[in-house]
């Protein structure tokens, strides 16, 4: 295992605002509202990284534009970009993001986790790893790793 | 003998350290009771207590001490004789020497020394004595706290009591009192020390004294507290805060004028440190400083005050956007903007006290300062707005702040700073100073005013107007004497009036409208033509027609810019200010100008409807302008009375329904915004009483009303405006009103084609005439208009013939004219109990009126029936079996439902036993058996179940009428009698029956009706009252859930016990209910997940199972799979709100385990 933090000093940029849906005044009490790229980013946003007191919001790991959703072929694919190419932690966040989406989507989605191309050194490993129902089942089967990832998943459940 | 040996127990239980606190302190309240009643002489307590005062035993001595001082203590009110006195003084001033026994001493020679001269004072020379010992054998600061307190309590009585005796004491005196409070730091004993120097400084006030040749050991003692620094936490014993210290410190500084050469340099030097705190501080002793020290000892220091001040203002005014700032002035005051006014404020201090044989030098510093000439060089040249930086409009801000303080001042300095800055603002605000005609170029002016300078401007103008009201007399020579300020404004007012006007007619026109820049321009133009136009009498420095011009382009703002909401708003507050300015200073002068051109013109306006202008404009302009005054009002009100009748006769007589559409907003306007300000001002009662016959007046000579007025909402809109007419009058109007209306009632073609008297057979011929279709609109308004009188009135009001009028109103409310139930409701809601004998109406009582409208109801659902009436009253076998005999026709029995239930919330509310008659006759309507009569009933035909069913429904929802809050009678706004609590009773009263009913209930339909009425009960009744019977209510709540989810219509209903439950599930009683239930809880809420017609059904319920995962984890276990499964399923729901929920109700849930 590596000592010490694998990024020390991260940027950190500003918490975007957060988006009032204006709230429609007459509601269609039928009216379906889809599943958009908004809400999905809402889901994510507060996750906490493994290694800094920061949103995945706010180093940027994961931004509005990088979530595509399409909810008539329920499929939702998330790219996200660690903040240096050597992150370890790439694959908590992954996994992180993995679960985060399992627990708040209904469970017609196909959930598509990846890593944005050129932005990490063993990219197509991490890929595959996320990607791979096994192994991801078997990871949380890791208490440890479970623990992990339920203190990054804490914030948004707030 | 046995006495004695009482009270020397005492002694030695005080003197025996072993002893219990609380026992020492009876003991000395024992022992000073009996000096108290002369049982015992302080002597003999003396000689007594020789031994323990006297003794080797240092600990003895000092509790013997400490024992006597208390006593003491005890006795500073009562008489002693002189001997006594000065004997006890010499002793403890010696005893001042004996260090072992300090403590005591101390409280003993302070108990002496708050003696007040009526009750044996300590003599001067005595005093001195004790000072002198004092000084020579005590040592403050090697002391404990408290003794340092007592110490310091000590000096501050002979400070305050024998100034003349300790002031031989001179140097001496003050040197000891510095060694004392040097290097003080206990809270507590600094405000003490702080108190001292000021009251020292106030015993020796000479200029040879001590306080003067000690004044710098004396300042330097005290200047090491400042700025204070004072970090303990707000709430601990000794209640002292940081304002405390500080203003104690200040008065300290302040308490001589020998402190001056050194306090001032200090204060400046801590003027320009980078802590906020030490500025503000050092800013307000600044300016208490130039109060106190007079102007001689000050004048040397006003070029470093100056230039200190003028850095402070510059760095710190707030550099806020001007938008942010007129919209949300003062909600935060950051320590900057407070920086900022502090300083300020000094510098007035400074110009208005530092003013010597040469003339006023603080204001010459302004005037010639190099820096605020370079920076208004500067800032003058900033054209718009938007354009400036944060950092200019600062410079902006301080620049016209400091010019607008330093003209406030006086008057001769409002000459100065206008001799220096005014002709260069005028020059870069291109107008010329022509006084004959306004030949400026203001015809071809395509850009727009100089922002800076404009802003400058409107500054010194709105100072120099402040001066004018703030100096009471008049003087003459400013608008005389030649290049006065004065005289300057005057030669400049009209051609800057023209430009200031022309500007804002270009505002408007130009593209500048679209971003904000013409906006913020047209705050300073309006500002400053309003300011122009607001100096009093002798000081306006504009002519007449300028005047006039500045009135005509605010009412053209007004007349045509209405496009533009913020520029007419702008403009109309203007006028406002305006015209309440010559109101309140009488000006009558100027009064009929304003009238002429402004009041005249909005006026017209108003009449006449071609204008393009939208008609809540037109009303909001008209009814600002009553604001003004009460003459202005009068005339808006006689204004709208006009309108709305000439409307009302449009709408009534011809049809017209354009004129509807502009009655209601007239209306509205009226009733809100005219008749709320008539309440204040406090001449509502004569306006609202006139109006209100008027109207009357009107609904009588109209004698054909059009076919087709069925304006409901205009109908309501009128009721609403009667009733509020009739609310606020006093109880002589209201029955004035009352008569009219009932005289204008009385005429109606439906009661004169009868008697009056009615007969029974009469009755009946009205009842079976099933609705209102034969009753014309005429007569409906009529009715109506008179109910909402009724439903207004002060309990106190007569009612004339209050026996017809029931009889009436119950007639109508069994037709189904809603407002006549109501107003039968408020009658009896008010009923005056204790009615005058001497009353025509006085033979009824409210008993009698009750049993009427009782008997008459259940007549018509007899009657309808057609089955003969019998004695009516308790028969409730009989009365059931005529409501199972189900008419084709219900309504009247719908409508007789109704009535109950707004009668029975009148009588609820006043709290009538009654009521409970009403609640039962509504509980028999719900349990009575459709089935068993129809199987019998061959004749009964299919629809008789619906019948059945819409009555019980609609018994139900009298349920929902009785407890809810009404808006438009019988609230706390209409005069209505409430008791208190009184839905809590209802509630306790009605729920047993109803929970038996629920379970004893065996049919469907029934089973339905009956939770219905208990869903409105729980869920009108207080949350509070409900909480307590959880146990109880839980199970028929799941009940009503199963029961009325099947029907869309209940949606609603729905909602509210939820809310119910869920407030049930925030309380720990109820939380014990809901375990008990735990399984049909969630499987109901589960259920309520997937209910598909609203979607805050939905979204609570999921919020409830949230709750309850905070519930014990044995209990709720077992449900957790089938939560989890139900809550995954919500995921998907169309409503995002939902999954939102969803997504923590299962967070909730997984992490449970």
């Keep these: 295992m590596v000592t010490g933090l694998i990024n020390a000093n991260p940027i950190v940029y500003e918490r975007k605002e957060r988006r009032v849906r204006s709230a429609p005044t007459d509601i269609d009490e039928y009216a379906e509202e889809p599943i958009d790229q908004l809400e999905i980013f809402d889901h994510i946003r507060d996750i906490k990284d493994p290694e800094h007191p920061y949103s995945l919001e706010e ?28 992150c370890s932690m790439a694959t908590v966040i992954g996994l992180c993001l993995r679960v985060k989406l399992l627990r708040s989507l209904p469970s017609r989605y196909k959930v598509d986790v990846r890593i944005a191309p050129g932005t990490h050194a063993t990219e197509a490993a991490v890929n595959k790893q996320l990607n791979d129902k096994e192994r991801v089942a078997a990871a949380l089967e890791n208490p440890n790793l479970l623990e992990m990832v339920n203190e990054c998943l804490a914030p948004t459940f707030a | 003998m046995d006495k004695t040996s009482s009270w020397i127990s005492h002694i030695e239980a005080f003197v025996d350290s072993s002893c219990a606190p609380k026992q020492q302190a009876a003991s000395v309240d024992a022992i000073a009771a009996l000096v108290k009643k002369d049982l015992l002489t302080l002597e003999a307590l003396v000689r007594e207590m020789e031994l323990y005062l006297t003794t080797s035993d240092h600990s003895i001595r000092a509790r013997g001490m400490l024992l006597l001082a208390e006593i003491l203590n005890c006795l500073i009110s009562k008489p002693l004789d002189s001997a006594t006195v000065s004997s006890l003084v010499e002793f403890f001033t010696s005893k001042l020497a004996d260090w072992q026994v300090l403590h005591g001493a101390l409280i003993g020679c302070l108990a002496l020394l708050r003696r007040k001269k009526n009750v044996g004072m300590v003599k001067s020379s005595e005093a001195r004595a004790l000072a002198e010992s004092y000084l020579t054998n005590v040592q403050v600061q090697s002391l404990a706290v408290h003794d340092r307190k007592l110490c310091f309590e000590v000096l501050q009585c002979l400070l305050e009591a024998y100034p003349e005796a300790v002031e031989m004491l001179g140097d001496d005196l003050v040197y000891g009192i510095c060694e004392a409070i040097d290097e003080e730091k206990d809270p507590r004993c600094l405000m003490l020390t702080f108190h001292l120097v000021e009251i020292l400084a106030r015993v020796f006030p000479d200029s040879s004294g001590a306080v003067a040749s000690f004044a710098g050991d004396l300042f330097d003692i005290l200047s090491r507290y400042f700025p204070i620094y004072f970090t303990h936490p707000r709430s601990d014993d000794f209640d002292i805060t940081r304002e405390d210290l500080s203003r104690a410190l200040m008065h300290a500084f302040c308490s001589t004028p020998f402190f001056e050469p050194f306090a001032i340099p200090l204060l400046l030097e801590k003027l320009s440190s980078s802590l906020p705190l030490a500025k503000l501080d050092s800013l307000k002793y600044l300016n208490n400083c130039i109060q106190h020290y007079g102007t001689d000892r000050m004048i040397k220091h006003a070029g470093a005050i100056w230039s200190n001040l003028k850095d402070a203002i510059f760095n710190h005014s707030p550099h806020k956007t001007l938008s942010s700032t007129s919209e949300a002035a003062g909600n935060t005051e950051s320590e900057e903007n407070q920086i900022a006014k502090e300083a300020l404020i000094c510098l007035q201090t400074a110009i208005l006290h530092l003013d010597s044989l040469e003339k006023d030098p603080i204001l010459s510093l302004i005037v010639e300062d190099e820096d605020i000439e370079m920076k208004f060089g500067l800032v003058s040249n900033e054209g718009a707005c938007t354009g400036i930086s944060i950092e200019s409009w600062r410079q902006l801000s301080a620049v016209g702040n400091i010019l607008s303080v330093s003209s406030k001042a006086s008057m001769s300095g409002c000459t100065r700073v206008f001799q220096k800055f005014f002709p260069r603002l005028m020059n870069i605000l291109e107008v010329s100073a022509s006084s004959s005609s306004y030949g400026c170029n203001t015809k071809n002016r395509t850009s727009s005013l100089n922002f800076g300078a404009l802003y400058l401007c409107i500054q010194l103008l709105a100072s120099c107007r402040e001066l004018t009201l703030t100096s009471q007399d008049f003087s003459p020579q400013v608008t005389t004497v030649q290049d006065t300020w004065w005289s300057m404004l005057q030669h400049f007012s009209g051609p800057l009036v023209h430009a200031l006007g022309s500007a804002l007619v270009a505002v408007g026109s130009s593209e500048l409208v679209s971003n904000n820049t013409g906006h913020e321009h047209a705050i300073y133009e309006v500002k400053g033509l309003q300011v122009l136009a607001m100096f009093p009498g002798c000081y306006l420095p504009i002519s007449e027609d300028v005047y006039e011009y500045i009135l005509v382009i605010l009412v053209s703002m007004v007349t045509e810019r209405f496009e533009d909401t913020f520029l007419w ?95 209601v907003p007239l209306l509205e306007c009226y009733s809100n915004r005219v ?8 001449n509502f009662d004569e306006v609202a009483m006139r109006f209100a016959l008027c109207i009357w007046d009107q609904m009588e000579s109209i004698t054909i009303f059009d076919k087709d007025v069925k304006l409901k909402d205009l109908l309501d809109r009128v009721m609403m405006t009667m009733k509020l007419l009739v609310w606020g009058c006093v109880e002589e109007s209201q029955s004035l009103i009352v008569r009219k209306a009932y005289s204008v009632l009385l005429s109606t073609t439906f009661l004169s084609e009868e008697s009056l008297s009615f007969s029974p057979s009469k009755l009946e011929g009205l009842q079976l005439t099933p609705d209102l279709v034969n009753l014309s609109w005429r007569d409906e308004w009529i009715v109506s208009l008179f109910a909402s009188v009724v439903m207004a009135l002060l309990p106190q009001t007569p009612l004339p013939d209050v026996k017809l009028l029931s009889n009436m109103l119950t007639t109508f409310l069994l037709k189904g004219h809603l407002p006549a139930a109501q107003a039968l409701a408020s009658m009896v809601n008010k009923w005056h109990v204790n009615i005058d004998k001497s009353e025509v109406s006085s033979a009824y009582t409210l008993d009698e009126a009750i049993e009427m409208i009782l008997e008459r109801s259940l007549l018509s659902i007899q009657s309808s029936s057609n089955l003969g009436k019998s004695d009516l009253l308790n028969n409730g076998e009989r009365m059931l079996s005529c409501l199972c005999l189900l008419n084709k026709n ?24 009654k009521v409970k008659e009403i609640a039962m006759l509504l509980l028999k309507y719900l349990l009575s058996n459709p089935y068993k009569e129809l ?21 139900a929802d009298a349920f929902h009428v009785i407890l809810s809050d009404s808006e438009v009678c019988l609230n706390k706004k209409f005069h209505a009698t409430i ?21 004893q209930s065996r049919l469907l339909s029934m089973r339905v009706a009956l939770c219905r009425a208990f ?111 139900a809550v995954s399923k919500a995921l998907d729901d169309q409503k995002r709100a939902v999954r939102q929920e969803a997504v923590r109700c299962r967070q909730a849930w997984v992490s449970m385990a």
């Design chain 2, 675 to 682: 008749l709320a300000w008539c309440y204040t001002s406090g």
């Design chain 1, 59 to 86: 180093l940027k790991v994961v931004t509005e534009d990088s979530v595509e959703v399409n909810d008539r072929h329920s499929y939702v694919r998330v790219t996200f970009t660690p903040t240096v190419e050597h």
């Design chain 2, 890 to 913: 219900s309504s009247f029995q719908n409508n007789a439902v109704v009535g109950l239930a707004w009668i029975g919330k009148g009588l609820l509310m006043r709290g009538h036993e």
């Design chain 2, 979 to 999: 008791r208190p609590l009184y839905k809590q009773r209802f509630f306790s009263s009605m729920m047993p029956v109803l929970l038996s009913s629920i379970k």
């Design chain 2, 1015 to 1125: 869903a409105h009960v729980i869920s009108d009744a207080p949350l509070a009252a409900v909480v307590a019977e959880a146990k109880k209510i839980v199970p028929s709540l799941m009940d009503s859930f199963a029961m009325l989810s099947e029907d869309v219509l209940n949606k609603d209903l729905i909602y509210s016990l939820l809310l119910v439950l869920s407030g049930i599930l925030m309380d720990d009683n109820g939380k014990e209910a809901i375990i008990e239930n735990i399984n049909t809880v969630i499987s109901h809420l589960i259920r309520l997940i997937f209910y598909p017609h609203m979607m805050l059904v939905r979204e609570t319920a999921i919020q409830c199972l949230v709750a309850m995962s905070g519930l014990p984890h044995a209990r709720i276990y077992p449900m957790r799979p089938q939560v989890l499964r």
């Design chain 2, 935 to 955: 199987h019998s009933d061959v004749s009964g035909s299919g629809d008789g179940l619906d019948v059945h069913t819409s009555l019980a429904t609609s018994a």
């Design chain 2, 569 to 663: 708003k702008l403009s109309v507050k203007a006028l406002i200010e305006i015209g309440s300015f010559i109101e309140k200073h009488h000006d009558s002068y100027r009064g009929i100008s304003f009238n002429r051109i402004v009041v005249e013109r909005i006026v017209s306006l108003f009449q006449h409807d071609d204008s393009t202008m939208p008609l809540a404009l037109k009303l909001d302009a008209i009814s600002e302008i009553g604001t003004i005054g009460v003459d202005y009002m009068s005339r808006v009100i006689r204004l709208l009375e006009e309108a709305i009748l000439s409307k009302f006769l449009a709408v009534c007589v011809e049809g017209c329904l354009e004129a509807a559409e502009i009655l």
